[in-house]
């Protein structure tokens, strides 16, 4: 299969054959992960593949109870890692200062790239991925099942199978103008907005969603229901006291 | 090619010819990078393409002269970008609330699963790319060298073009167990740590480059002239500022 049809054919997959995935693959798969560029070339990431039935129903009420976690054979656990490097510079006798936001960072940019590259791979071998945002809510509890140390945070969750069944749609994407900007960013018009916007408006089942849920417009979907500002701002507060307690700042 | 074939091919690449890129190609490979998971299907990321040569002059000292930024056709400024979506929700009388961290750590992750995406289109093409972490050092200044206003902040850059040479070794990894954990996290014993980078520090490259620096081990390359704990407590600092300049916080 071309790589740009695989590319544009993505979807998450939620619902999972009850068919389990080989050591032999997992290997073959995070190993093309790790081949994805990284900063310094450091790995600041670690993979967790959780396949144990009674900790993936430990881990599910952490991911609000998205049935994924508990229904495909791996969830994998994408983790920010200063640890491992911290590790060895202390047995080399190096000095290192990776307690700190920009190290974090660089390590949430690594592991989020070996993310992608995973699920490449994965969907090249007829695997289904879905990622769970969910991660940087209950970020605490999550480091509580995983027994994760200091100075590694879980940055993203990939649940992966074969999927059950996928005659559902591409989700729909902005056009490409309304993310693309030449030479330097060009702030959006009231008029581009509503040209960006208009063709997520006007799919059928977006209109259905905004009528069964009683709301005015598709953008009151997402600020009244889907992603709160109140939520925000707890999940943000709950995030960097996470950061803090796992001694990033 | 085989999908696993390319990721695993991987190689960063700071050589490009002197051959452009076609317009309809980089909207074809956008248009891959934007069919990446991201957060709620709500896109919070914005992509700049640079091609103007004295706007690459301009950027190019903010990512310490590397001589990419001036010599690949384009320049990919991928930008995490609250700005396009609470513009829409303001337009639609929608109560938003996303000028918090949560809100741009999933900006992050989608814009980095993004340009991932974009890379490995641009492979799959025959171009070669490089990701350049200095986004996050200098990044007020290339805030004002590109225009992004508040609520936009850039994550990462990638430079794409025709390879010039590719004969470069492919860089090391560490081995799958490194980065692997199964079940659960693994804290990593004095004796993993040995088994895990001693094919690393094994490379005569790696051993030359202790050697003409004068160190005692390849860590310390690291932690002594790489990545100081000094320089990455001051970027750490310079970051946080810029993003509360940016009305993230």
């Known amino acids: 299969m071309d790589i740009l049809n695989l590319l544009n054919s993505h979807k998450s997959i939620r619902a999972y054959a009850d068919k389990d995935i080989s050591e ?32 993936k129903e430990k881990l599910a009420p952490y991911h609000f109870n998205q049935k994924m976690v508990t229904e495909a054979p791996v969830v994998l656990t994408f983790c920010a890692d200063l640890n491992r490097f911290e590790k060895w510079c202390d047995q080399r006798n190096a000095q290192h200062g990776y307690d ?26 007829g695997l289904g991925i879905c990622f769970l945002g969910t991660t940087t809510y209950l970020t605490k509890e ?23 069944d996928d005659n559902a749609p591409l989700s729909d994407r902005l056009p490409v103008e309304g ?21 997520k408006e006007a799919l059928p089942e977006n209109q259905n969603f905004v009528k069964i849920n ?33 001694g990033i700042f």
């Not at 707890?234 to 307690?245: G, I, P």
């Open 142 to 164: 999550i480091i509580e099942v995983l027994n994760i140390p200091k100075h590694v945070v879980p940055v993203t969750t990939v649940t992966v199978g074969y999927p059950k």
């Open 214 to 246: 009683n709301k005015e417009n598709l953008a009151q979907i997402f600020t009244d229901i889907r992603y709160k500002k109140e939520d925000n701002e707890l999940f943000s507060e709950r995030l960097l006291n996470t950061l803090k307690e796992q």
């Open 179 to 199: 993310v693309l900007h030449k030479e330097t960013y060009h702030d959006y018009t009231a008029a581009d907005i509503e040209r960006i916007y208009a063709p």
């Open 24 to 55: 032999d693959l997992l290997d073959e798969l995070i190993n093309a992960s790790c081949r994805a560029s990284n900063t310094g070339n450091m790995q600041l990431y670690s993979i967790i593949a959780t396949r144990d039935k009674q900790l």
């Open 100 to 125: 700190n936001f920009q190290s974090f960072y660089w390590a949430t940019i690594d592991a989020i790239l070996a993310a992608q590259n995973f699920c490449i791979a994965a969907e090249s071998r």
